[in-house]
């Protein structure tokens, strides 16, 4: 097999960017509940519910651990890899947002005609990064045991 039809046979890989997506996709969804307004830009923004970097990273580190067997040191590094992501993202990058929105006031106070415009939404609650992180294993398991690689699927519909 070449090195291009192999990197386009990872599963693991495959499922873990669908998996993140989807959750972008949802994101749609969730704002629509929210706001009772459609707005499909959201799918390209960061922040919002449910993380899409969690279910990235929690469906490429499951797929790793069943690829590779759970007792693997890849998947211990796989889900150390998980847990600084999840914290960054409710954690660090939370902050960031929370202090963009505080300059973005400070900006308008001290000059009304100030262009200044931070994005606030940067990243997720608890209940965000939980529900992406559980998003993730929940697309990526199935999709490997049930349909397995992009060219399996490449293959069912050409055939």
Known sequence: MS??????????????????????FFKIIFNFFSTGKIRFGIMFETG????????????TTSGIGFQLGFDN???????ALSLIVMYDASGVRKSSGIQAAEINKLAKRLDPESQLALKETLGHTKFEVIVGSLLGPLITLPGIVFIGSPLNIFNLIIN
């Not at 040191?73 to 889900?79: E, H, N, Q, R, T």
């Open 48 to 59: 919002g519910m449910p993380s899409s970097h969690s279910a990235l990273i929690t469906g």
């Open 73 to 79: 040191p890849i998947f211990a590094l796989a889900i």
């Open 3 to 24: 090195e291009f039809s192999a990197f386009f046979d990872n599963s693991v890989l495959f499922w873990g960017l669908l998996s993140c997506l989807i959750a972008q």
